[in-house]
């Protein structure tokens, strides 16, 4: 009788072990026939969504759906350094190409700040770079100061080019609900919040101007 029940037990476990890996298969077929149908940018969004993520969660003390123009400043001052935000623009480099600021962490060379053709080089490079500029922000000590605003351009072979904004405080109010989109152009990324900001080695001609000088800060 034991080994009657035994066996049946067996069975039992044989069946329940097919019918979970034929689940497992219905469930990967459904999952790529989505990818299929919703296309590999669609694909290559969730996948970069997920990295923001796991990138988020090592580079910011704060939650991650915070911006990171309001993790560096705060709510409202956020909206102001969007809203002031110099558009893209080329500058000739020693090779005669115009070059558009991007991000030193992934481009040093004049190829990869060299924009696409058009209105599309306001938005990315030819080796698919982001147009970026990097931040900076000192408020006045005095009651009524204003807020200054340094926004950091770096092109590779020519450095840094700096394009401040001074911002009265009656004038903040009127920008502070600008919104902070994914899709504007250039990206702004905070120095305040920037880790390894100082450690990070330039060519003699591109040494940051800012690097140093600029205080860690996490709005609360």
């Not at 990967?28 to 669609?42: H, K, Y």
């Not at 290559?44 to 796991?54: E, G, R, T, V």
């Not at 409202?76 to 558009?87: I, K, S, T, Y």
């Not at 922000?137 to 840094?160: L, M, N, Q």
């Amino acid at each position: 009788m034991g080994s009657h029940t035994g066996a049946g037990q067996r069975g039992s476990a044989s069946v329940e072990h097919a019918a979970l890996v034929l689940l497992i298969a219905l469930v990967a077929c459904a999952v790529a026939a989505v990818v299929s149908l919703d296309g590999p940018d669609q694909h290559n969004s969730l996948a970069s969504a997920i990295a923001q993520k796991q990138r988020c969660a090592v580079r910011f003390p704060d939650p991650c759906w915070q911006d990171p123009l309001t993790a560096a400043y705060g709510r409202g001052l956020d909206g102001v350094v969007r809203a002031l935000a110099p558009a893209p623009s080329t500058m000739l480099g020693p090779a005669g190409l115009g070059l558009v600021g991007v991000d030193y962490r992934r481009c040093r060379q004049a190829h990869c700040a060299t924009p696409l053709p058009g209105p599309a080089g306001l938005h990315l490079t030819i080796a698919n770079r982001r147009t970026t500029a990097f931040t900076s922000v000192r408020e006045g000590r005095s009651p009524g100061a204003g807020v200054e605003i340094d926004y950091w351009i770096y092109r590779p072979t020519i450095g840094w080019e700096l394009i401040r904004r001074l911002v009265d405080r009656s004038e903040l109010a009127s920008y502070a609900g600008t919104p902070l989109l994914d899709s504007a152009d250039p990206v702004l990324v905070p120095l305040e919040t920037l880790l390894g900001r100082d450690d990070a080695k330039f060519p003699p001609g591109e040494i940051p101007p800012w690097q140093g000088r600029i205080e860690s800060q996490w709005a609360r």
